[in-house]
Each structure stands twice: as structure tokens, then as C-alpha cells.
């Protein structure tokens, strides 16, 4: 595609530009009725499954006008993922996708590659998290990005970093908690290491990724900086949250290893099963705290005993010290021990399903739980934004559609200016 098109203005890549049409600035806007502080803030998504996309999706709830870009052969699996079906759709995908319009652009085309690059060229934030050296592949290095777009911060996510020697193994959150050290210390002694019900290396990476980026626009925006490439792994990601593990083991030799459902020496902080069945966490391990359970059991003469008075006399008889508590929660309901341990100031809560929490008023009190709709299941509740900002709350943003490019018109056309002669020519050849 090259020289005059007709209708439009040729660009020297050859893509048709509109010529009445004016790339739009979104700083101070508010899209779709969604502000907060980061309205302004322009984010192209190049990721899929819940790394990458979950940061991104933290961003729109925050204001920010997020681009998803997909493969028009190989769109985000996430419409799919998952054990559960409503309405014969997957319920991750509006949780993951709201927020964010959708491009369908397929790199390994050049054509497509030069579009992407322009879109990156208006963009303060890109996200992706592919296989390390994918981008590289597609003639889309950091490098090459910077120089289109030099403010551009460049956040990628992927198993085991853009470097080291592990760079090119594909890398998944179960995998990444067993390697990054998490996995080992989960779960009972002698018993195989379990894991969370949830992907806690994607999740946990993303909110790395997240931290990255607010970094990198600090330090460009308010301190004169520039754009630059974060580097989020998912096992270093899991490796972050050891605590004091690592100098536990230089110093001493101690490899910390799965404790069950409390921590070693920690007392007491465990959970305790109540007369109802159900199961409630004290956490009680400090000696002001212990002595106020100790007079909300009915016995504060345990406070003052030798073996539980201080910190490391509770560790010495971790076990004697749980079974007296567990004895006194086993006469009691669940929700007994959470009022009485309330009343006393001392931490403890029930161990919640997803049901116990849509019963609780707290989670709706705190927008936790946010009645939206999305275009295809209709009216659902959904997860509310985290944290809560006093001055430019977050808010949960309109779903996005079900359909990969759904957007590509307002995007590529709107924002980029293609008229639709061209549009429909890249569409007709695979590109969009």
C-alpha cells in the first residue's frame, strides 16, 4: 500500500489517514463516565490469560483508557477459562476485560506491527506478557519502541524475567510459586506442598508490574525522567514475599518449612474450630493481645502464668497453650468468638466462603461487592475497586464487549485515522 489512496492522506508506512481527523488527547477526561487519577493516562495491553491483564484491568478502574490489543486468530482465552458457565459464557473474562476497548492487530505481519507502533507512539503505558524474545521476533524490541515513543514505560511481564537462564521456558503461577519458594513453605509437614486455590504468581506479579509502572511515571512526570522497560518475573514476584526466610537460611542454615495452619513460635495464631463446625482465626501473639484473650476466655490468670506470659514462653509451649484456646472455642459458635474477640480488641475472624462473604454486609459497606452488567450474562455482581482513594476513588468500569476488535473503528479509525475503506481492507486481509 503505497502513494494516494483516494480519500485520505498516505502515511510514508502507507496507511491511510483521514484527514480531518485529529489524534485525541484523553488527559483530564473522563471515559465513560470512569474517572479517577488516572484519567489521562493512555495504556496498551498486549497480554492474555491474567498477568498482564490484570494489572491492566487495575489501571481502568483507575481511570485509565486501556487498548487491549489480541490476535485476530488467537484471541484472549480468558473468554473461555474457567470450571463454571452462565449463559455458556466464561465468568473471568468481564471481571478481567472491563474497562478496556479492543484491537485486534496480527503482529507477525509487518503492516500490523507499523499499527501497533503507532499506537504505541500515543501511548504513555505498554503492558504484555509473552514468551521472552516474542517481541524481539516481531521486530518490536523495547528499543525500537523507545524510539517511536521515548516517554513511553514499557512493563513486561513473563515466568522467569528477560534475562537469566531460565529466560525462555513459558512460565505459569503454579510453576512460579514452586520455584520462586512459596510453594515449599505451604501446607503441613511431610505432606505434599499444596497450593492456593487461586493464580496467586499471576496476581502477585501483576501487582509488581502495577508498582513498576507508578514508579516509572513518577519519575518521568514529576521528576523529568523518561521512558524506560520494567522487567516483572513471576517467580521473583513469589520470591519477594519470603520475609525474613532468606537471612534466615545465610545467617543460620534455617530453611523454613510448611508450618500447617500457623506459623512456628508465632502464639498463638492459628485457627481454632468453634461448637458450629466452623473454623475462626486468632491471631493473639503479642503479650498485650494475649492478655486480652486470656480475660475474654474467662481465664486471665493465663497472662500472668510463666509458661505463657512472654512471647518466647508462648513459643515454648505453642501446642499446650493452642489446645487450651481450641477447648474454649469448641464450647462456643463461631460468631460467639468473633463478638467476644471484637469486644476484647483482639483480632480474630471466620474462615469465609464466597457465600459467608455475600451474607456479610461489611463487603457491600465497603463496595467490595458492586452490582454492573455486562452485554451478554446481563446484571451480575462483581469484585469493586481496591484500594479506596479519598480525593479520585476508582470505579467499576462498563464491561467490555465479548468480541475481539470490537473496537478497532474507534481505536484505528478514531484515534489513528484509517477511514473505513481502509479499515475494511486490513480486516479482509487478516491484519485487524
Same mark, same amino acid.
Given at each position: 500500500?503505497?502513494? $494516494?489512496?483516494?480519500?485520505?492522506?498516505?502515511?510514508?508506512?502507507?496507511?491511510?489517514?483521514?484527514?480531518? /481527523?485529529?489524534?485525541?488527547?484523553?488527559?483530564?477526561?473522563?471515559?465513560?463516565?470512569?474517572?479517577?487519577?488516572?484519567?489521562? %493516562?493512555?495504556?496498551?495491553?498486549? @497480554?492474555? *490469560?491474567?498477568?498482564?491483564?490484570?494489572?491492566?484491568?487495575?489501571?481502568?478502574?483507575?481511570?485509565?483508557?486501556?487498548?487491549?490489543?489480541?490476535?485476530?486468530?488467537?484471541? +484472549?482465552?480468558?473468554?473461555?477459562?474457567?470450571?463454571?458457565?452462565?449463559?455458556?459464557?466464561?465468568?473471568?473474562?468481564?471481571?478481567?476485560?472491563?474497562?478496556?476497548?479492543?484491537?485486534?492487530?496480527?503482529?507477525?505481519?509487518?503492516?500490523?506491527?507499523?499499527?501497533?507502533?503507532?499506537?504505541?507512539?500515543?501511548?504513555?503505558?505498554?503492558?504484555?506478557?509473552?514468551?521472552? &524474545?516474542?517481541?524481539?521476533?516481531?521486530?518490536?524490541?523495547?528499543?525500537?519502541? !523507545?524510539?517511536?515513543?521515548?516517554?513511553?514505560?514499557?512493563?513486561?511481564? =513473563?515466568?522467569? &524475567?528477560?534475562?537469566?537462564?531460565?529466560?525462555?521456558?513459558?512460565?505459569?503461577?503454579?510453576?512460579?510459586?514452586?520455584?520462586?519458594?512459596?510453594?515449599?513453605?505451604?501446607?503441613?509437614?511431610?505432606?505434599?506442598?499444596?497450593?492456593? @486455590?487461586?493464580?496467586?504468581?499471576?496476581?502477585?506479579?501483576?501487582?509488581?508490574?502495577?508498582?513498576?509502572? %507508578?514508579?516509572?511515571?513518577?519519575?518521568?512526570?514529576?521528576?523529568?525522567?523518561?521512558?524506560?522497560?520494567?522487567?516483572?518475573?513471576?517467580?521473583?514476584? /513469589?520470591?519477594?514475599? %519470603?520475609? =525474613?526466610?532468606?537471612?534466615?537460611?545465610?545467617?543460620?542454615?534455617?530453611?523454613?518449612?510448611?508450618?500447617?495452619?500457623? %506459623?512456628?513460635?508465632?502464639?498463638?495464631?492459628?485457627?481454632?474450630?468453634?461448637?458450629?463446625?466452623?473454623?475462626?482465626?486468632?491471631?493473639?501473639?503479642?503479650?498485650?493481645?494475649?492478655?486480652?484473650?486470656?480475660?475474654?476466655?474467662?481465664?486471665?490468670?493465663?497472662?500472668?502464668?510463666?509458661?505463657?506470659?512472654?512471647?518466647?514462653?508462648?513459643?515454648?509451649?505453642?501446642?499446650?497453650?493452642?489446645?487450651?484456646?481450641?477447648?474454649?472455642?469448641?464450647?462456643?459458635?463461631?460468631?460467639?468468638?468473633?463478638?467476644?474477640?471484637?469486644?476484647? @480488641?483482639?483480632? /480474630?475472624?471466620?474462615?469465609?466462603?464466597?457465600?459467608?462473604?455475600?451474607? $456479610?454486609?461489611? *463487603?457491600?459497606?465497603?463496595?467490595?461487592?458492586?452490582?454492573?452488567?455486562?452485554?451478554?450474562?446481563?446484571?451480575?455482581?462483581?469484585? &469493586?475497586?481496591?484500594?479506596?482513594?479519598?480525593?479520585?476513588?476508582?470505579?467499576?468500569?462498563?464491561?467490555?464487549?465479548?468480541?475481539? @476488535?470490537? +473496537?478497532?473503528?474507534?481505536?484505528?479509525?478514531?484515534?489513528?485515522? !484509517?477511514?473505513?475503506?481502509?479499515?475494511?481492507?486490513?480486516?479482509?486481509?487478516?491484519?485487524?
Amino acid at each position: 500500500m503505497q502513494g $494516494d489512496l483516494g480519500n485520505g492522506v498516505a502515511t510514508p508506512d502507507g496507511i491511510r489517514i483521514d484527514p480531518d /481527523c485529529v489524534l485525541e488527547s484523553t488527559e483530564g477526561t473522563q471515559r465513560d463516565g470512569v474517572g479517577g487519577p488516572l484519567a489521562g %493516562l493512555r495504556v496498551i495491553e498486549l @497480554g492474555s *490469560f491474567i498477568a498482564g491483564p490484570f494489572a491492566t484491568r487495575a489501571m481502568a478502574d483507575f481511570g485509565a483508557d486501556v487498548i487491549k490489543v489480541e490476535s485476530p486468530r488467537a484471541p +484472549d482465552q480468558m473468554r473461555h477459562w474457567g470450571r463454571h458457565r452462565y449463559r455458556d459464557h466464561a465468568l473471568w473474562w468481564p471481571v478481567q476485560s472491563r474497562g478496556k476497548r479492543l484491537v485486534t492487530l496480527d503482529l507477525a505481519q509487518e503492516e500490523g506491527q507499523r499499527l501497533l507502533l503507532r499506537l504505541l507512539g500515543e501511548a504513555d503505558v505498554f503492558v504484555e506478557n509473552l514468551r521472552p &524474545g516474542t517481541l524481539e521476533r516481531w521486530n518490536l524490541a523495547p528499543e525500537r519502541l !523507545l524510539e517511536v515513543n521515548p516517554r513511553l514505560i514499557v512493563a513486561r511481564i =513473563s515466568g522467569y &524475567g528477560q534475562t537469566g537462564r531460565y529466560r525462555d521456558r513459558g512460565g505459569f503461577a503454579a510453576v512460579a510459586e514452586a520455584l520462586g519458594g512459596l510453594r515449599h513453605i505451604n501446607g503441613y509437614p511431610d505432606q505434599p506442598p499444596p497450593r492456593a @486455590g487461586i493464580s496467586l504468581g499471576d496476581s502477585l506479579a501483576s501487582l509488581f508490574a502495577l508498582q513498576g509502572i %507508578l514508579s516509572a511515571l513518577w519519575w518521568r512526570d514529576a521528576r523529568g525522567g523518561e521512558g524506560q522497560v520494567i522487567d516483572v518475573s513471576l517467580v521473583e514476584s /513469589c520470591f519477594a514475599l %519470603l520475609e =525474613s526466610a532468606v537471612p534466615e537460611y545465610d545467617r543460620l542454615g534455617v530453611v523454613r518449612e510448611p508450618s500447617g495452619t500457623g %506459623l512456628a513460635r508465632l502464639v498463638p495464631s492459628n485457627i481454632f474450630r468453634c461448637a458450629d463446625e466452623r473454623w475462626v482465626v486468632i491471631a493473639a501473639n503479642a503479650d498485650n493481645l494475649f492478655r486480652r484473650l486470656a480475660t475474654a476466655m474467662g481465664q486471665p490468670e493465663l497472662a500472668d502464668d510463666a509458661r505463657y506470659a512472654t512471647h518466647d514462653a508462648r513459643a515454648d509451649h505453642q501446642q499446650e497453650l493452642e489446645a487450651l484456646i481450641a477447648a474454649w472455642t469448641g464450647e462456643r459458635d463461631a460468631a460467639e468468638v468473633d463478638r467476644l474477640m471484637a469486644e476484647a @480488641g483482639v483480632p /480474630c475472624g471466620p474462615i469465609y466462603s464466597l457465600a459467608d462473604i455475600f451474607a $456479610d454486609p461489611y *463487603f457491600r459497606e465497603r463496595e467490595l461487592l458492586v452490582e454492573t452488567e455486562d452485554p451478554e450474562i446481563g446484571a451480575y455482581t462483581a469484585p &469493586g475497586v481496591v484500594p479506596k482513594l479519598s480525593r479520585t476513588p476508582g470505579a467499576v468500569p462498563p464491561a467490555a464487549s465479548w468480541e475481539p @476488535g470490537h +473496537d478497532n473503528a474507534a481505536v484505528l479509525g478514531e484515534l489513528l485515522g !484509517l477511514d473505513e475503506t481502509t479499515l475494511a481492507d486490513l480486516a479482509e486481509r487478516g491484519i485487524t
